[in-house]
């Protein structure tokens, strides 16, 4: 997944192992103190086979001017990615709820 060039809409595109581009939106980047790196969970707003919107992350180095997106290798990290991404989940109910 290289030339992923990030746009100012929070949008991405990556090029699949079939050489067919692919936009991607960021959903949320995340910086671990306790591992030194960063994270991002983003989708390409596909649905699995429950309906709902299908989620990667990955580590990728912020500095970099077009990133390489890395696998996240740990059951500790993927567990951090889930606990944020539940959390916003849930903050995201309880904003549809207020309205």
């Given at each position: ?5 990030v ?8 090029v ?15 910086e ?11 989708t390409d707003?596909t649905?699995?086979e429950?309906?709902?919107?299908k ?26 990615i ?18």
């Amino acid at each position: 997944m290289e030339n992923n060039e990030v746009k100012q809409d929070n949008t991405f595109t990556i090029v699949n192992d079939d050489g067919e581009e692919i936009k991607c939106e960021i959903l949320f980047t995340y910086e671990d103190e306790k591992t030194k790196k960063n994270y991002m969970a983003y989708t390409d707003n596909t649905l699995d086979e429950e309906g709902n919107t299908k989620v990667y992350a990955s580590i990728f180095n912020p500095k970099e001017e077009n990133p390489v997106l890395l696998p996240i290798e740990t059951d500790e990290e993927w567990k951090l990615i889930e606990g944020i991404l539940s959390s916003l989940s849930s903050d995201e109910n309880q904003t549809e709820k207020a309205e």
